[in-house]
């Protein structure tokens, strides 16, 4: 089975420390994806990787960034944290597609961060 | 912003009955998944409908494809207290899944 999984499950932070989370997945998944969760918002994507070294923003990058040094690892990094980053964090992989994603996401179990 | 919407935003039911959740979105899609995610958890992919795919099976779940409408329907047959979740839609561009705001589905028992 694919396993995805997230260095905390809650995590509460201060208003401008920087805060890492990392992800790891162990089915040598070319893409991974990181998302963040509201109430009433749904999942929206943060960035996405399709390949070591490789990054792309998503809907919602602003105050965010990434790394991908090796494949199975993805981190994303609040460099300068704030309220407003308080959420649920979900991050994901799934294999590649020939055209575009035809693969289900496999996601961990989720990063409920507090900044305060 | 959210490409697919899902619709009703919640649902009550009884054990036994069936529950239907429905998603449309805008633009073309590759293909187009259903998720379920239990309360404070990850999302569980459900099943997967290619775009040149009308309905698909899998279990008690039934999925509809309408790509004239842009819409599709997850049918849950049979419910019980463990299908109480939230229900995602995902539709598929290049490189990006699109999720939905999502169906919080409650089963009485």
């Known amino acids: 089975d694919v396993k995805v999984t997230q260095s905390s499950r809650y995590l509460v932070k201060r208003t401008g420390e920087k805060v890492f989370l990392e992800c790891v997945q162990d089915?040598?998944?070319?893409?991974m994806f990181w998302y963040r969760q509201d109430p009433g918002l749904g999942l929206r994507l943060i960035y996405f990787s399709y390949d070591v070294k490789m990054k792309e923003k998503g809907d919602i990058p602003e105050g965010y960034s990434v790394s991908r040094e090796k494949k199975e690892r993805f981190s994303l990094i609040l460099e300068s944290a704030s309220t407003n980053q308080t959420s649920m964090y979900l991050c994901a992989s799934s294999p590649s597609g020939v055209a575009g994603p035809s693969y289900e996401q496999y996601f961990g179990p989720g990063t409920r961060l507090t900044v305060t | 912003s959210q490409q697919g919407e899902e619709d009703p935003q919640a649902l009550s039911i009884q054990e036994g009955e069936n529950a239907t959740m429905n998603c449309s979105y805008k633009t073309s899609i590759n293909n187009l998944q259903w998720y379920r995610q239990n309360s404070g958890r990850g999302l569980v992919h459900l099943i997967l409908i290619r775009s040149n795919e009308r309905e698909k099976h899998s279990g008690r779940l039934r999925v509809t494809l309408d790509t004239s409408k842009k819409s599709s329907s997850l049918l849950i047959t049979a419910s019980r207290a463990a299908d109480t979740a939230s229900y995602f839609c995902?539709?598929?561009?290049?490189?990006?899944?699109?999720f939905g705001t999502g169906t919080r589905l409650k089963v009485l028992a």
């Open positions: 089915m040598d998944h070319e893409n």
């Open positions: 995902a539709t598929s561009g290049t490189y990006k899944y699109i």
